[in-house]
């Protein structure tokens, strides 16, 4: 296969997974040097059809999390794209799949079965409850975990219905855990000279994910709800009206509240023993909140996000995503790169990874169905000691 640079280059992934928690781990990887090998069924990976919307007639869902990938696509009820999965899986550093708990058993493609032909292997699996007999036969679908795990009951107005996140926010938490736990099983192999199994499910990572909400309730007894856009432990730290629109407001300290009430021109609300401490302040929100709106609604918006954040106080505009992109590249974030050449480049969000010396880089687009399969099939035929020295 070619080689990447990269702090993971000379890495072989092999990406069983589909939809979005597996790829965009396995994406990660393959941004920072990993050789990603992504193995389709004949029909494809489902995103690939999830539309609209689309660029050049494919869905930007797919674009999204598949760049720096060689697609093949595997039937695996076929003999012969059976044996070259299997090769696949025994040549391979690294398996991620998120098939249902033992679903690659009956192809001889699950963790013990390709650990036996392959020691060395880190055998990532993705689910939606863990391999357990409660959670083993539960499909994962990241709306259900969202209300399986209490997120939806923590989204929305108060005197309103639950509300689901924008996005699968614990499929792309998921992701992370599971390349996290890659990472350091191949740290650990560096000692051992052994893999191991990483196994990561979505209501792990969702309950983790809810940190302060779920501690509320692990560490102290509390079940929080639905509190719209206030925070329950902190005051302001919400929207609030200005005479054209909402600005977000996060005075997380005392310091912050004392240079946010100054720059507003009420300096004494500092002083005020409601409002003193940040206890006081959350106690007291409902006296304090109209104080700030009333001093808010005299300018627009821009106007005071321009001297609130001179003031060392953190807040900003409510965006839609094309102004997140816009306000990214303000300061100098460069969000967006372009993956591939001429006719086949697509614009991609950049990898949020900044490294010093081995940066991430982006070589391959996503790949269309099987884009790569007879070079792939023809190395995976050819013996690894060959195969080293004939780059596909």
Known sequence: MTTRSGPLAGLLVADFSRILAGPYATMLLADLGAEVVKVES?????????????????????????????SVA???????????ARELARRADVLVENFKPGGLARFGLDYDTVAAGNPGVVYASISGFGSGPGGRELPGYDLMVQAISGLMSLTGAPDGPPFRAGISVFDVM?????????????????????GQHVEVNLLSSALSGLVNQSSAFVAGGVVPTRMGNSHPSLFPYEPMPCADGDLIITAGNNGQFRRLVEVLGVPELADDARFRGNEDRTAHRDELRPLLVERLATRTTMEWFRDITAAGVPCGPI?????????????????????GQGTDAVPSVRNPIRLSASPPDYVLPPPSLDEHGEEIRRWLATPPDDAEETDA
């Open 42 to 70: 004949p029909g494809g990976d489902d995103t690939r059809t999830w539309s609209p919307p689309v660029r050049e007639g494919v869905s930007t869902y797919y674009l999204g999390v598949n760049r720096n990938k060689r």
């Open 319 to 339: 965006n839609t995503v094309d102004g997140g992109v816009a306000f990214a590249e303000s300061v100098g974030l460069e969000p967006v790169v372009v993956v």
């Open 74 to 84: 595997l039937d695996l009820k076929d003999e012969g794209d059976l044996a070259a």
């Open 174 to 194: 998921a992701g992370l855990h599971a390349s996290i736990g890659v990472l350091a099983a191949l740290h650990a192999r560096e000692a051992s000279g052994r």
